[in-house]
């Protein structure tokens, strides 16, 4: 591998983009941090998280902070015993702020909304969890979870944290396939799922792929003994009474009095799957005093979070790990009010975000750039129509955010008065590691700027010595930090391997970007410089689409890029190889694949291209080059073809595409 930032939109605007925002005076005067958190904490880490960590209620306090003896496998807060979900919601009810609300659930029918009170919480937390007991779970084992945005999701995430079962929520969006591996390799026990949810206006089926996943995973010696499911949309379900159990029965019927058992920090909480190099999926370990801290933390500090008067919005999903420490964990320990939004943004129309926005007077709203370049294109008439006069912070995450996105963001959306924090930060990191502060740093449209007071980061060359400013490398974690992964679950050699080795003796963590520093020392994340695609802030992998796709009878070899694209960042692009005896595939081949991916992965994985071609370049030992398939793909003229095994192999990939077109 090479120091090769892919070049993205924002790399053009480097050198011209001289705009700077500067903190409104009224935030900056009450900001939660201040410029001076910077030196503080780089004087002492440790002690700096030490002080977040106190911002957690412990049963009994670490006597370590760190314990790095045996890198890359971190201990933080050491002795310590925590429990997540009391801190999420017991501790704000027995603080006298029971009445307060947590979650203003919005389903995506209209007028289907519940507000969800930090007392209603504890109580439903405390029955799912006697419910979770009652089936069998106990501290240690996996529970999975498969469901749409509703605040049972919420409630069963924190039921798993109350009893000591990690979760591993699997996007509801994915298939079968890609439930079953997960439930398969980490061996879950129970699975939590709904009959199924609204999308785009329409009932949409879970059930249905969890009895498949149950099958597969059987097929394969794994049994997932128990199913909770809960009602939400009445549509039909098969239902085997030896496993499936409804939630408004088990449930419902089971005490709101649930005594929490508190536990060792470094405890699992969950297991969150993202994709890899390879083609199976990494199942990021997440423990929990670190990472509670570090998400708590970072909601407080880069939203400028005051729980008192904050109307929180973050629009990810809870299968992702956006969801995880910016719906669940974060913001709950924090105490704050939340909208919890089950739909898509265009769901009955166009404005649906914008209503909700109004309507609860949300103040911090944290988004994807994917989502913001949607509605640009839909034109700011939309928007317009709405009083947002309530927003005071935006946020941006998943994916670099190119200036034009964070302008109009600014400016359309937060009326120019509101600060756009660009956050970067992985499912492996846990929490925000590079962002602006809100009350403190004068942004640059496009820049994630520098790391937060606490983490240590740079971007460095090949041989992991940094880069002057104004150069481009690898960007590196320099040392360790509460919410980071302990390990892949039950892979550590593939942890250290992936993570560790590649700047072994520098002890960084090699984060798989590719970033610059511009002349001021600020950062511009890139986008990856492995095999791993960002499509609509998703992390897809090349290789998993690529095994997807010669699992089809008729696909000899196929290979996958991440190919430059004005919506979703980059989009799928495939050049696939047929089986002689398939002949050229027949009319429909290139719709019977893209199906095909669906079916394997899910929806989000569907290539936007498929090529049918006679061959794939490659170098002499046998590596496919993406980055010649990637100028196809992009129309660009192919680069440097002299490491290929045969030159001729573009010539014959080009003019078979002209010809076929
Ligand atoms: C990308 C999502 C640029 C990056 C939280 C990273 C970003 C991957 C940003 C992690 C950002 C995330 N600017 N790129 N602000 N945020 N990324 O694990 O390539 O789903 O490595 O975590 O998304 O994706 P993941």
Same mark, same amino acid.
């Given at each position: 591998?090479?120091?090769?930032?892919?070049?993205?939109?924002?790399?053009?605007?480097?050198?011209?983009?001289?705009?700077?925002?500067?903190?409104?005076?009224?935030?900056?005067?009450?900001?939660?941090?201040?410029?001076?958190?910077?030196?503080?904490?780089?004087?002492?880490?440790?002690?700096?998280?030490?002080?977040?960590?106190?911002?957690?209620?412990?049963?009994?306090?670490?006597? !370590?902070?760190? /314990?790095?003896?045996?890198?890359?496998?971190?201990?933080?807060?050491? $002795?310590? *015993?925590?429990? %997540? +979900?009391y801190n999420c919601v017991d501790r704000h009810v027995e603080a006298g702020r029971g009445d307060k609300v947590a979650l203003h659930f919005v389903g995506e029918p209209l007028g289907d909304t519940r507000d969800i009170t930090y007392a209603q919480l504890k109580d439903d937390v405390s029955r799912a969890a006697n419910a979770l007991t009652e089936l069998g779970v106990t501290a240690g084992d996996r529970v999975a979870i498969y469901m749409p945005m509703i605040p049972e999701a919420v409630v069963t995430m924190l039921a798993c944290a109350r009893i000591g079962a990690p979760h591993t929520v699997v996007f509801g969006g994915f298939s079968s396939d890609?439930?079953?591996? !997960?439930?398969? /390799?980490?061996?879950?026990?129970?699975?939590?799922?709904?009959?199924? $949810?609204? *999308?785009?206006? %329409? +009932?949409s089926a879970l059930k249905p792929a969890v009895d498949e996943a149950r099958e597969k995973t059987a097929a394969n010696g794994h049994t997932v003994e128990k199913v909770l499911v809960v009602r939400r949309t009445g549509q039909d379900v098969a239902w085997d009474d030896a496993v499936d159990v409804w939630w408004h029965e088990a449930v419902d019927a089971a005490s709101s009095e649930h005594a929490c058992e508190f536990f060792d920090?470094?405890?699992?909480?969950?297991?969150?799957?993202?994709?890899?190099t390879t083609g199976k999926p990494k199942g990021i370990l997440h423990t929990t005093g670190g990472y509670l801290t570090g998400a708590a933390y970072t909601h407080w500090a880069i939203f400028d979070l005051k729980p008192e008067t904050d109307v929180y919005w973050c629009t990810a999903d809870i299968g992702w790990v956006t969801?995880?420490?910016?719906?669940?964990?974060?913001?709950?320990?924090?105490?704050?009010?939340?909208?919890?939004?089950?739909?898509?943004?265009?769901?009955?129309?166009?404005?649906?975000?914008?209503?909700?926005?109004?309507?609860?007077?949300?103040?911090?709203?944290?988004?994807?750039?994917?989502?913001?370049?949607?509605?640009?294109?839909?034109?700011?008439?939309?928007?317009?129509?709405?009083?947002?006069?309530?927003?005071?912070?935006?946020?941006?995450?998943?994916?670099?955010?190119?200036?034009?996105?964070?302008?109009?963001?600014?400016?359309?959306?937060?009326?120019?008065?509101?600060?756009?924090v660009d956050t970067w930060w992985q499912t492996e990191t846990g929490s925000i590691m590079i962002s602006p502060l809100p009350g403190v740093t004068a942004g640059k449209p496009g820049s994630a700027m520098t790391p937060i007071p606490g983490v240590g980061a740079d971007v460095v060359d090949d041989e992991g010595h940094p880069v002057p400013n104004g150069s481009g490398g690898l960007l590196v974690l320099t040392r360790p930090w509460p919410s980071m992964l302990r390990t892949i679950w039950g892979d550590d050699d593939r942890f250290v391997d992936t993570y560790w080795s590649r700047f072994k003796e520098q002890g960084y963590y090699f984060a798989g970007d590719g970033a610059k520093k511009d002349a001021d020392g600020d950062l511009?994340?890139?986008?990856?410089?492995?095999?791993?695609?960002?499509?609509?802030?998703?992390?897809?992998?090349?290789?998993?689409?690529?095994?997807?796709?010669?699992?089809?009878?008729?696909?000899?070899?196929?290979?996958?890029?991440?190919?430059?694209?004005?919506?979703?960042?980059?989009?799928?692009?495939?050049?696939?190889?047929?089986?002689?005896?398939?002949?050229?595939?027949?009319?429909?081949?290139?719709?019977?694949?893209?199906?095909?991916?669906?079916?394997?992965?899910?929806?989000?994985?569907?290539?936007?291209?498929?090529?049918?071609?006679?061959?794939?370049?490659?170098?002499?030992?046998?590596?496919?080059?993406?980055?010649?398939l990637r100028d196809v793909a992009e129309n660009r003229e192919v680069g440097d073809v002299t490491t290929l095994a045969d030159a001729s192999v573009m010539n014959l990939i080009s003019s078979g595409l002209s010809a076929g077109k």
């Amino acid at each position: 591998m090479t120091a090769e930032p892919r070049p993205q939109e924002t790399l053009a605007n480097l050198s011209t983009e001289d705009r700077r925002f500067e903190p409104p005076a009224d935030l900056a005067a009450n900001a939660n941090l201040t410029a001076e958190a910077y030196a503080r904490a780089e004087a002492d880490p440790e002690a700096f998280w030490a002080e977040q960590a106190g911002r957690l209620d412990w049963a009994q306090p670490w006597d !370590r902070v760190l /314990d790095w003896d045996n890198p890359p496998f971190a201990k933080w807060f050491v $002795g310590g *015993r925590i429990n %997540a +979900a009391y801190n999420c919601v017991d501790r704000h009810v027995e603080a006298g702020r029971g009445d307060k609300v947590a979650l203003h659930f919005v389903g995506e029918p209209l007028g289907d909304t519940r507000d969800i009170t930090y007392a209603q919480l504890k109580d439903d937390v405390s029955r799912a969890a006697n419910a979770l007991t009652e089936l069998g779970v106990t501290a240690g084992d996996r529970v999975a979870i498969y469901m749409p945005m509703i605040p049972e999701a919420v409630v069963t995430m924190l039921a798993c944290a109350r009893i000591g079962a990690p979760h591993t929520v699997v996007f509801g969006g994915f298939s079968s396939d890609a439930l079953a591996s !997960r439930l398969e /390799d980490c061996q879950a026990k129970v699975v939590v799922t709904a009959d199924g $949810g609204y *999308r785009r206006g %329409a +009932a949409s089926a879970l059930k249905p792929a969890v009895d498949e996943a149950r099958e597969k995973t059987a097929a394969n010696g794994h049994t997932v003994e128990k199913v909770l499911v809960v009602r939400r949309t009445g549509q039909d379900v098969a239902w085997d009474d030896a496993v499936d159990v409804w939630w408004h029965e088990a449930v419902d019927a089971a005490s709101s009095e649930h005594a929490c058992e508190f536990f060792d920090a470094e405890h699992p909480l969950y297991v969150m799957y993202t994709s890899g190099t390879t083609g199976k999926p990494k199942g990021i370990l997440h423990t929990t005093g670190g990472y509670l801290t570090g998400a708590a933390y970072t909601h407080w500090a880069i939203f400028d979070l005051k729980p008192e008067t904050d109307v929180y919005w973050c629009t990810a999903d809870i299968g992702w790990v956006t969801g995880h420490s910016y719906i669940v964990y974060g913001p709950l320990a924090n105490g704050v009010t939340q909208v919890l939004y089950e739909g898509t943004p265009d769901s009955p129309e166009r404005g649906r975000w914008w209503d909700i926005i109004e309507q609860y007077k949300v103040t911090i709203f944290y988004t994807a750039p994917t989502a913001i370049r949607s509605f640009m294109k839909q034109g700011r008439e939309i928007p317009d129509k709405r009083d947002m006069g309530s927003l005071r912070i935006l946020g941006s995450v998943g994916e670099p955010i190119n200036p034009e996105a964070y302008i109009w963001y600014r400016h359309v959306i937060g009326g120019d008065r509101t600060p756009v924090v660009d956050t970067w930060w992985q499912t492996e990191t846990g929490s925000i590691m590079i962002s602006p502060l809100p009350g403190v740093t004068a942004g640059k449209p496009g820049s994630a700027m520098t790391p937060i007071p606490g983490v240590g980061a740079d971007v460095v060359d090949d041989e992991g010595h940094p880069v002057p400013n104004g150069s481009g490398g690898l960007l590196v974690l320099t040392r360790p930090w509460p919410s980071m992964l302990r390990t892949i679950w039950g892979d550590d050699d593939r942890f250290v391997d992936t993570y560790w080795s590649r700047f072994k003796e520098q002890g960084y963590y090699f984060a798989g970007d590719g970033a610059k520093k511009d002349a001021d020392g600020d950062l511009w994340v890139l986008g990856r410089v492995d095999d791993v695609m960002n499509v609509s802030g998703h992390r897809l992998s090349t290789t998993e689409i690529e095994s997807a796709l010669v699992s089809h009878p008729k696909v000899a070899e196929a290979a996958v890029v991440g190919a430059k694209d004005e919506d979703t960042g980059q989009a799928v692009c495939a050049f696939v190889i047929l089986r002689e005896e398939a002949g050229d595939g027949g009319s429909d081949i290139v719709a019977e694949l893209r199906q095909h991916v669906r079916k394997e992965i899910g929806p989000i994985a569907t290539p936007r291209q498929i090529m049918v071609v006679p061959e794939l370049p490659k170098t002499r030992s046998g590596k496919i080059m993406r980055r010649l398939l990637r100028d196809v793909a992009e129309n660009r003229e192919v680069g440097d073809v002299t490491t290929l095994a045969d030159a001729s192999v573009m010539n014959l990939i080009s003019s078979g595409l002209s010809a076929g077109k």
